[in-house]
């Protein structure tokens, strides 16, 4: 080989290295670009999650401090509205009852009736927060308990809704919030299977405990997994249906100092869960 030759070759092998530098230089470029812009969708994708979870935290909230507001509001128009009646007719049954007892008894039932009405608002405010299952229920009947369980569960059964009831401890009397609160809680949850669930089956779970009182309610319905039915967010979206319900059930239990938790079952259907303290500090 020539001299020329050879440097010609030479050059040649060193422009092929340059080349394979340059290429090598090239591939780790990208690939630490390549990392990082995956890395960045990461953060940027659990950042999303975050917000989103935010958003679900605040809207909660905001529907449940919109609710208090509504409540406040209606308690305030009826409590006063109807207490002063009752004043100006107890008032005016205090001048005339040594001229006129006609006229003081006349006062005297008006102060009843308007007592009366209050006390049915309140009750249908306050008392009814969640519906029967039949969307009726006399607000002047004593407030229900876990003694009525059996005939909630008759007319469950009666609307197509087959409801097996377990009772675990020692039955006993009940602090009147909480055995309301108990009641109301196996209402809503079957109110919703009946509604929302695939109708097969619901299973009611209450155990009494030395301090607590534990409710359970389980329904089928379809899974999570096979994607039938309805899915994760359009469950958690149904506030008109079951999630405007269990905010107030959630309301409720917070008031008594224990924990309420509902949520879709992987294997399908829904669970809400709750403990009642049975002894406030």
Request: overall charge neutral.
């Amino acid at each position: 080989m020539t001299r020329a030759g050879a440097a010609l070759w030479e050059a040649v092998h060193v422009w092929e290295l340059g080349v394979a530098v340059v290429a090598c230089l090239a591939a780790a470029f990208f690939a630490v670009r390549l990392a990082a812009a995956r890395r960045a969708y990461a953060r940027a994708v659990e950042e999303r999650g975050w917000l989103l979870e935010r958003e679900r935290e605040t809207a909660a909230r905001t529907a449940v401090d919109a609710e208090r507001a509504r409540i406040a509001r209606e308690l305030h128009d009826v409590v006063s509205h109807n207490v002063s009646v009752m004043v100006v007719q107890a008032g005016a049954a205090r001048r005339v009852l040594d001229t006129s007892a006609t006229d003081a008894t006349d006062a005297l039932l008006a102060v009843e009736s308007a007592g009366r009405d209050t006390m049915t608002e309140l009750r249908h405010m306050l008392g009814l927060l969640a519906p029967s299952a039949d969307g009726h229920e006399d607000p002047l009947a004593p407030q229900p308990g876990l003694d009525r369980l059996g005939s909630l569960v008759d007319r469950m059964c009666f609307a197509g809704l087959p409801v097996e009831v377990r009772i675990s401890g020692e039955p006993r009397p009940l602090p009147s919030g909480v055995d309301l609160t108990a009641y109301r809680i196996v209402q809503e949850a079957l109110t919703n299977a009946l509604k929302h669930g695939d109708g097969r089956q619901a299973e009611v779970v209450v155990r009494y405990a030395e301090h607590h009182l534990r409710v359970e309610v389980l329904n089928t319905g379809p899974s999570v997994l096979s994607g039938s039915g309805m899915s994760t967010t359009s469950t958690a979206s149904t506030a008109d249906g079951p999630g405007r319900g269990l905010l107030g059930l959630r309301e409720r239990v917070a008031v008594l100092g224990g924990d309420l938790d509902a949520r879709r079952r992987l294997g399908g259907g829904f669970r809400v869960r709750a403990k009642l303290p049975l002894d406030r500090p």
